[in-house]
C-alpha cells in the first residue's frame, strides 16, 4: 500500500477522523467521505474506530498506529466502547453534538490559509464531562446534528465562522478554569489515579455519579435531567466532585444532609422527595447500567435512617425486618393517634420533644414497638384505683411518690394524656413486689388492719407506709389468700407507728414539692439535677431489697424556697396576674436561674428581684 506524499505529521491530541479530515483537504482538497471511499476505508468504519479502518489509515499517512489507536474509542458492542481501556457507553460521548473551542480554532485557521487542513478535532472535545478549554479559559461550544454527514466532525463545514464571526463566538464563550471533574476525567485517561474512593469505580461510573449527586445538591429534588444544560452539567460536575472526590463519608453526610432540608415539610418524606433525580437514576427500572458502589452507599443509608417496611426492595435489596419507624407508620400499624403515639415516643426519648418535628422522624422500630404496646396497656389515672385495689388518693400518692412509674413523667417533654396513664404491666410489678413481702393468711390475724386504717391511727399516709413494706422496715405483713390488690395487704398499726417514727424522718416528697408549690415531677426534676442549683434530698435506702425511700429535710426545703422563686410566688406577693408578674420580669431583665425546659418551670433568684415593684 502507497504512503501519501508529502509528509502531514499527526497531532497526538486530536482524534483519527480529525486527521483524516485533514489529510483530505491537504492531499486532494476533499471531503471527508469520498476520500475515505478513494483510499479503501469505510466511513462508518473510521467513525466507529474499528481497528483495521484505524490501521489502514495509519499506514496510509505514515504514522504510528499506536498513536490513533490511543485516541480511538474502539466500539466493542452496540453502544459500547473502549477508550485506553477504559469501558465506556455512547452517553459518555458528546455525540450528536460536535464540540468545539472557538479560540483553539481561530488558532488554528491563523496557522495556514487551509481551514480544512488547520482544523484540529481533539479527543477531549469528544467526551461529554469536557465543558471548558483549558487552554483558553472559556466554555465550548456545541452544534447539534443538523445532517447526515455531521457525525464526521469536519469542523470547516459544521462551523462556518470565519475572521470577525470567529472573533465574536471567541467574545461570547463565558470565560471560566476547567471543572475538578473535567481535569479528574483527562487524568484518568492520561493514566493518573488519586481520589481513593471514586478510582474505585469506572471512569463513566465516577463521572455519572458525580454528576447525578452535584445535581441534587446543586440544584435541588425537582430538577430534572431534561431541563438541564450543559452549563448546568458543569455545575453539577463542580458541587458533586467537592462530594465524591473526598470518598464514602463526604456523601453520606450529603445524604443527610438532603434529609435534612426536607425535615418539617408537610408529606412524607420519600425518596424521590428528598432525593430528587439521584434517586430516580439509582432507582429505575429502565437503567441496566451498574451504577457502581454509590447503590450500597444509597441502600445503607436509606435502611439506616429511613422508615421502610419489612420486605420492600431497596435498590436490589429487600429488607428482611423493619429496622425503623415513624410515628405515622407507627401510629397506623397499630391503630392509635399520632398525636398520643409521638408524645409517648417523645417522653421516652425516641424522638425529639419539640413540638414541631415531624411525624415521619424515625426511630428505632423495635423500641417504637415496645412504647406502643405500653401505650395499649395504658391504664388512665382516673380509673387507676381498680385495678390497683385501692383508693383514687391512694393511687395519686403512688404516682406521686414514684412508687407507680407513669408511661411519661410529664415534667417537661410530654403533653396531654400521656402522663395521665400507667402501663398494666407496671402496675403488675408493684401488686407483685407488695405482694411478695406479705405472708400470705386464710384469716385476719388479732390486731392487724389495711393500711389506710394503720395510717389513721399513726398519723401518716398511706403511701409512706407502702414504703415502709417495700423497704422491708415491717416484719409483720401479711395478705389475705382470696383478696386481691392493694386491700389485701395487712399490717400491725403499734408497729407501724414505731418503725415510722425512726426511719422515716424529715418530710415526704409530697410534703416538700407542696410546701414549693410546684408540680410533683418538677420537684422530682429538682432532685435529680447531677449539679447546679437541686433540692437536696435524704436517701433511706431498704434492708432487704433496692428500694428507696426520698425524705426531706424541713431546713433544706425553707433554705430552697428562700433563695429561689417562681412567676406564680411573684404574682401571689404582688397579688397581681402570673402573665403581669412576667411581664414584670421581663422589664426588669430577670432570666431564670432554672429554664423551664430543664425542670418543668421557671425558677429565679429570689435575690435578682428584691427591687422588684408592680406598676
Known sequence: MSVLIPFMPYDPCETPMSFATRLAGFHVGARLVPFLHDIGIRPDSLAWCESNAVEQLAKIAGVDSAALHRNSAHRTNKRRFDLRGHELTSEF????????????LRADDASTSSVVTARRGLLEWSLRPVHTCPRHGIALVRRAKRR?????????????????????LVDEAKQRSTSSLQDYVVGRLEGESKSGWLDGQSLEQAVRITEMLGMRVQFGALKKPSEMTPDDWDTAGRAGFEVTSMGEAAIRDALHQMQAEFRGNDGKPGCRKIFGAFWEWLSSTKNRKDAGDITRIVREHIIDTMDFAANQPVLGAVLGERRLHSVQSLASEIGLDPRTLRNVLAARGLIPVEEKISGHHVFDASLGLEVAASVLRLVHVSTLDKPLGCTRPLAAQLLDERLLLPISDGARSAVGRTWKGVDIREIERFLGSLHADARPVDIVPTGMVPIAKAAEKAKLLSVEIVHLILGGFLKNVVRLRDVMGYSAILVDPEEVRIVSRAVLVGMSASAAFGCLQIPKATGWALVERPHGPKLDSLLIEARTSQHRIYRFEEETVAAFKSEFTTAPRIASKFDVQKQVAIGLLKKAGVRPTLDYREVGMNFYCTADISGLEPA
Request: glycine fraction near 4%; proline fraction near 12%.
Open 148 to 168: 447526515w454527514d455531521d457525525q464526521f466532525r469536519e469542523l470547516a463545514c459544521i462551523v462556518p465562522e470565519r475572521g470577525p464571526q470567529m472573533d465574536r
Open 93 to 104: 460521548f458528546a455525540s450528536p453534538d460536535t464540540v468545539f473551542c472557538p479560540a483553539c
